[in-house]
């Protein structure tokens, strides 16, 4: 008899185990990239040598070394999608899509982020221009830059390389924040 109980026992602990171990596959998760998450609040602090092995060379490039891609080539450009951007680099939600607009000005672009912890800005006078650059408020990789010139209810326009962005369609994006609450 308790054998059997034995048996029945790691029978129910194998399946708990494979449970895990499927959640662990879960969607928000980035195989090459363990700092990746659409859920996790804290703050990620890596030096670029090591983003530079995790990230491809595109997305280092813009996140890390304050690139800016080539205006009309992002595949979100002109999407229209109902969805989720992330942060490409580090996973933090940035904008819904129900926030994108065409500004035309070549670049994906949107006029509010999801939070407050989406974002941090910063002056950026290189180029001899006055602007504010975005970067990530988990990662602090560069994003693009805010300018006045959007439409209501903001009046602001973020200009964001699609490179760093991660677009998750709303289903899926349901299930992230389902997990997180
Ligand atoms: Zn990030």
Redesign the pocket.
């Known amino acids: 008899m308790k054998r059997i109980i034995t048996f029945f026992a790691s029978i129910i602990f194998f399946i708990n185990c494979n449970a895990q171990n499927s959640t662990k596959n879960k969607p928000d998760m980035n195989k090459n990239n363990p700092y990746y998450s659409n859920s996790d609040t804290n703050k990620?602090v890596v030096k670029n040598e090591e983003w530079q092995k995790i990230l491809s060379p595109e997305v280092y490039d813009i996140a890390r070394q304050k690139g800016t891609e080539s205006p009309w080539t992002s595949k979100y450009e002109k999407f229209k999608e109902i969805g989720t951007y992330y942060?490409a680099?580090?996973?933090?939600p940035l904008f819904k899509s129900n926030t994108k607009f065409e500004s035309g000005c070549g670049w994906p672009s949107f006029y509010e982020p999801i939070s407050k912890s989406s974002i941090i800005y910063l002056p950026d006078n290189s180029h001899g221009m006055k602007r504010t650059e975005v970067e990530?408020g988990?990662?602090k990789?560069h994003l693009g830059h805010v300018f006045d010139d959007g439409p209501p209810p903001t009046g602001l326009r973020y200009c964001i390389n699609g490179v760093v962005l991660d677009f998750k369609k709303a289903q899926e994006a349901e299930n992230n924040y389902n997990k997180k609450h």
């Open positions: 990620v942060c680099v580090c996973g933090n990530c988990r990662c990789s």
